[in-house]
C-alpha cells in the first residue's frame, strides 16, 4: 500500500493524518522522513531580503553588510529503522550588495531523529514524540575572521555546534498542533589569537498544521532563539541575543514520491529582540522519496 493510499485511507474513512515525522519543529529542520520512508532527497532555493541590525535596546538600524542572501541547499536522508533517520545537509550561499557580490559553501550539518512514541489510531490524544540531535561542523568564514568591509565573504557563525531536544506533534486531530525544544551548544574554539567560548542556546518552536483534501499541508509556526553570551579570552564579553521569527509553509503533494514546498518567513521581527538582525525568506523545496 502506497504512503497515497494510507493518506487515503486515514482521510476518508477517519478524518486522521498519517503520522508526519516533524511537523512540530518544520521551521528548524529542513528534511524529515515518514515512518514509510527509506531513503529522501531535498533540493531548495532560498532568498532573503530586507536585512537590518538591531542592537541591544531593540531597535533597528540599516544594515552594513549583506543586502540580499541567495541559499542553495541540498539535504539526504536515510532510515536507519522504521523509528528512526539521520540526515546530511550542506548549503551554497551568495550574498549581495549592490552590484558586489560574493559565494562560497556554508557549513555542513548531520542530524537525526528516534520515535520515542508513534501516533496511534486507537487514541488520538496520543502524541507523537521525537528526540533530535544534530551536529553541525564549522567550516565556512564567519564575522570574527571576515576579510570584506560588507562581510560578503561571510558563510556561517564560526563555532561547530552540538544540538540535542524534543519534538511532540499531535497528528490525529483536524488542526495538528507541534512544539520542539532545542538545546545548540557551539563549541569553544580560537580565531585570530583569541579564544571565543560560547553559552548554550536555547531554540522553541510552536506550530500549527492542517492537512486539505489532495494532500495539500499548511504549517504557521514561531520560532525563539535565546542566544547566550559569548566569553572571549581576553576578559570581554559578547552579549546574549534574542530573536523572534515566524513561518507559514504550503505543502503539496505532486505525485506519491515528490513533494513540493513554500515557505515564507520573517526573522526578527514579531516580539521582542535584540542583538540580532532581521530579514525576509522565501524558500523553494523539491523533495523526493526513494
Known amino acids: ?35 514509510n520512508d527509506s531513503f529522501k532527497l531535498l533540493l531548495q532555493e532560498s ?45 551554497y550561499i551568495e550574498n549581495r550588495r549592490g552590484n558586489l557580490h560574493k559565494q562560497g559553501l556554508g557549513d555542513a550539518s548531520f542530524g537525526g531523529r528516534y520515535s520515542l512514541a508513534m501516533l496511534s489510531i486507537e487514541d488520538e490524544w496520543s502524541p507523537q514524540i521525537q528526540a533530535l540531535f544534530g551536529y553541525k561542523h564549522s567550516t565556512s568564514q564567519s564575522t570574527k575572521s571576515s576579510k570584506d568591509p560588507y562581510l560578503l565573504d561571510v558563510f556561517g557563525n564560526g563555532f561547530s555546534e552540538i544540538k540535542t531536544g524534543i519534538d511532540v506533534w499531535w497528528g490525529q486531530w483536524t488542526v495538528k498542533p507541534g512544539m520542539a525544544l532545542s538545546l545548540v551548544q557551539p563549541l569553544a574554539r580560537s580565531i585570530n589569537g583569541l579564544r571565543y567560548s560560547p553559552n548554550l542556546i536555547l531554540r522553541t518552536t510552536a ?84
Open 207 to 290: 506550530s500549527l498544521s492542517y492537512l486539505q483534501p489532495l494532500f495539500v499541508k499548511w504549517v504557521i509556526g514561531t520560532t525563539t532563539e535565546n542566544k547566550g553570551k559569548v566569553k572571549v579570552e581576553d576578559g570581554t564579553e559578547q552579549p546574549n541575543a534574542l530573536t523572534n521569527s515566524f513561518f507559514l509553509t504550503v505543502e503539496s503533494m505532486v505525485t506519491e514520491t515528490d513533494l513540493a514546498r513554500l515557505s515564507y518567513s520573517e526573522t526578527g521581527t514579531i516580539g521582542r529582540n535584540y542583538n540580532t538582525y532581521s530579514s525576509r525568506n522565501l524558500t523553494l523545496a523539491y523533495i523526493h522519496s526513494f
Open 47 to 91: 532568498n532573503g531580503q530586507g536585512y537590518s541590525n538591531i542592537d541591544s535596546h531593540g531597535d533597528y538600524r540599516s544594515s552594513g553588510g549583506t543586502q540580499c542572501k541567495w541559499t542553495t541547499t541540498a539535504s539526504f536522508g536515510a532510515a536507519i529503522s522504521r523509528k528512526a533517520f539521520a540526515t546530511i545537509t550542506k548549503s
Open 1 to 35: 500500500m502506497t504512503l497515497r493510499l494510507l493518506f487515503l485511507f486515514f482521510v476518508a474513512c477517519s478524518h486522521k493524518a498519517f503520522a508526519c515525522a516533524s511537523c512540530g519543529s518544520s521551521g528548524d529542520d529542513p528534511l524529515v522522513l515518514y515512518p
